[in-house]
């Protein structure tokens, strides 16, 4: 599992329901794909369990990054797979 340092800019965000919506630029080496996975708080609990999480688009291998502000990385784009 991936890790990302908490408290970053959050100046990717999605605009379709008009709230922002925090996400990770991911390139899927599996398939040469790109794809946005998204925010998910483990059941609306504290940012120490939150994560993002999503699937490559082709085969849907799937990639979980964890949030953790101690030991994560400070980049918006990653590529797995």
Not at 6 to 21: A, F, H, W
Not at 25 to 49: K, M, P, Q
Not at 58 to 69: L, N, S
């Amino acid at each position: 599992m991936l890790q990302i340092a908490e408290g970053l800019p959050q100046v990717m965000t999605g605009v379709q329901t008009g709230q922002s919506r925090p996400f990770l630029g991911v390139l899927f080496r599996c398939c040469g794909v790109y794809a946005r996975i998204y925010l998910r708080r483990n059941g609306g609990r504290t940012s120490d369990e939150a994560s993002y999480a999503g699937r490559c688009p082709r085969c849907m291998f799937p990639v979980t990054v964890a949030v953790d502000a101690d030991n994560g990385v400070d980049t918006r784009f990653l590529q797995v797979g």
